[in-house]
């Protein structure tokens, strides 16, 4: 079956810096585009980043553009946010999506993100 699995989430300070992974298993990575959400306490689950199959482009949410970077391993069907100047409201469960054209979509656990001095 479809697994998404993240990692890399925990406790990071102010201006601090993470790397997400999200590494699927079950589906031919290759033929989805990935994005990343993430869902703070009481709050809905937005975009944060997204890219398409073959990683040619990338999209981000304002609030993030410039700081995070999304890109994609195809060869190690593992997609990576690269979040960089933490804020406290960067704070929030971080979710990978999977999407192709057929509209298969999968979702991982998520991770824990928490930026907090």
């Known amino acids: 079956q479809v697994q998404l699995v993240e990692s890399g989430g925990g406790l990071v300070q102010p201006g601090g810096s993470l790397r997400l992974s999200c590494a699927a298993s079950g589906l031919t990575f290759s033929s989805y585009s990935m994005s990343w959400y993430r869902q703070a306490p009481g709050k809905e689950r937005d975009l944060v980043a997204a890219?398409?199959?073959?990683?040619?482009?990338?999209n981000y949410a304002d609030s993030v553009k410039g700081r995070f970077t999304i890109s994609r391993d195809n060869a190690k069907n593992t997609v990576y946010l690269q979040m960089n100047s933490l804020k406290p409201e960067d704070t929030a469960v971080y979710y990978c999506k999977a999407a192709n054209i057929y509209r298969s979509i999968y979702w991982g656990q998520g991770t824990q993100v928490l930026v907090s001095s």
């Open positions: 890219i398409t199959s073959d990683g040619s482009n990338t």
